[in-house]
């Protein structure tokens, strides 16, 4: 029997789809799994591909089904056990075969990973678009050497996504680039999925809506600017009915938000970056007290339920998808804005516009948006997205909305923190003249830290002692 063109070791949500969809598009291929049972389940229940995969029950029987030089994915929870299987796969492996860390490791491992392997092939590559992306076609952010890459970059592209015929599989950089560049999609992720949340909560709560009307709203402006996976899975979200009860089914999901820690990780490396991306830190921070179930309605019983509810016309539709716009392009110009400042904080030369370009399809926050942000990343990568002139007009017509939309929320007790740091965000970044002033006289004041003049030279000091 001829030997796989690649082996893939975890046959979980992930790794199932992926071993499909990799025989799928015509590739023989090998796979284990801890449990071996489940190689055999998933085996029987492949149905027509069945001929493509070979399962095998240890890993040295996958090792000798894969052809010479070998490629194996990784497809286990990031962490400990991805160490444990490149522990126990190496000593199987010839000098020259390459282990792919397809999980949502942190960078940092990844980088770890790729220096400890040395002269031996490592890649680690991003996979966005959940189960169903990686069956059907998930975005790819590859990290590692870039001959390793071209040494399997035809599977990955012909498993990836298209959009239209551009393959959304893309070379990031060194090391931990791809982790890297998957994290910051999954801090956007976090934001865009907040805004969107908090819309929602300010139709349902400030404007009465039903949620058919919400449904049907979402549903409107997947047809507009915001056009957008994320959008579109929400307009069906407010859909969906509960088969058990019949309700509503977005009224029987307890509002407690989880999370693997992939948004977390973005803050935090935002942090060590000084790469300012508040929009991300409000969604991961919301996700935080939104699990503080208990303290929240001890909290209404305290202080008293919020008024919420908006008179007529306080706030129109229109009003808040012009908000939403705003947000949105906001919280995009921070998580680039953070991938530029990692490019030179790390030396990886990251290709902004093909970032945006890998995002457009396949991958959760793919959205019609990102084929301006290619563009406007393509013209000048240095520049924030926001001084696109594209997205400057967007911003010039929009934010007006988003003032409201934010200011009616905080006049009504409404919760809004990811649109109201992008407000935020968006006042600071328009504004000449700050307020840090007082910050620096203030430390000079207490440490004698110094401040620069406005007529010229640093190192000044204050009157204060005197
Ligand atoms: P699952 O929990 O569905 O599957 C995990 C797989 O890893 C199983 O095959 C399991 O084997 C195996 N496994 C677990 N622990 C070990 C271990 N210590 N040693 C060897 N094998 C182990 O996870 P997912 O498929 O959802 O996730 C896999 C990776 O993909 C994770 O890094 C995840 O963060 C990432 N990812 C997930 C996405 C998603 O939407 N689910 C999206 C993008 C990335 P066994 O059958 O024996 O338990």
């Known amino acids: ?21 990799i025989a799928d598009n015509g590739f ?50 990031a962490g400990q056990p991805v160490d444990d299987q490149i522990a126990a796969l190496r000593p199987l492996l010839d000098d020259d075969d390459l282990i792919i860390d397809a999980g949502n490791a942190n960078f940092h491992d990844t980088n770890r990973r790729a ?41 990955l592209t012909a498993i990836s996504a298209k959009h239209g015929d551009t393959p959304c599989a893309t070379w990031m950089g060194e090391e931990g680039a791809g982790h890297f560049v998957k994290a910051v999609h999954n801090g956007i992720e976090y934001a865009d999925m907040q805004m969107i949340a908090e ?4 139709m349902r709560d400030g404007m009465g809506m039903d949620n058919a009307a919400i449904a049907d709203t979402f549903a409107k402006w997947d047809k507009g600017v915001l056009q957008s996976y994320l959008i ?42 000084a790469a300012p991306i508040p929009a991300i830190e409000a969604a991961v921070v919301a996700r935080n007290l939104s699990s503080q179930r208990e303290a929240r309605a001890a909290g209404e019983t305290l202080f008293g339920t919020a008024p919420h509810h908006m008179p007529h016309d306080t706030l129109t539709l229109d009003a808040l998808e012009q908000a939403m716009i705003t947000g949105k392009i906001l919280c995009y110009a921070q998580g680039f804005g953070m991938i530029a400042k990692a490019s030179q904080e790390f030396g990886w030369s990251l290709p902004l516009p093909d970032i945006a370009k ?4 396949g991958c959760i926050i793919r959205s019609a948006m990102l084929d301006d942000m290619a563009a406007a990343l393509g013209e000048d990568a240095a520049r924030n997205l926001m001084f696109a002139p594209k997205f400057a007009e967007l911003l010039k017509s929009n934010h007006a909305a988003l003032r409201q939309v934010v200011a009616q929320s905080a006049l009504h007790g409404i919760a809004a923190p990811a649109l109201g740091s992008g407000l935020s965000y968006f006042d600071t970044m328009r504004t000449a003249r700050g307020t840090a002033n ?9 440490g004698a830290h110094g401040f620069a003049r406005t007529d010229g030279g640093e190192g000044h000091h204050g009157p204060w002692g005197s």
Do not use: C
């Open 1 to 21: 029997m001829s030997k796989a063109e690649i082996g893939l070791i975890g046959l979980g949500t992930m790794g199932a789809a992926l071993a499909l969809n």
């Open 28 to 77: 023989d291929i090998a796979v284990w799994n801890r449990t071996t049972a489940v190689t055999h389940d998933f085996h029987a229940s492949a149905g027509d591909l069945a001929p493509r995969i070979t399962p095998t029950d240890t890993l040295e029987e996958l090792v000798q089904s894969i052809a010479k030089p070998r490629a194996i994915i990784l497809m286990v929870p």
């Open 115 to 155: 220096r400890e392997a040395g002269d031996l092939p490592f890649l680690g590559i991003g996979v966005s678009g959940g189960e169903e992306g990686a069956r059907f076609g998930p975005s790819i952010m590859g990290g590692g050497k870039r001959e390793y890459w071209d040494r399997v970059a035809h599977i």
């Open 199 to 202: 819309v929602y909560g300010i």
């Open 232 to 273: 579109e899975i929400s307009g069906k979200v407010a859909a969906a009915t509960d088969p058990k009860t019949g309700a509503p089914m977005l009224d029987v999901i307890v509002d407690a938000a989880g999370q693997k820690g992939t948004g977390r990780w973005t803050v935090i490396e935002a942090q060590h970056l």
């Open 358 to 361: 890998v995002w457009r399809a």
């Open 438 to 446: 007082m910050i620096q006289g203030q430390r000079d004041f207490f």
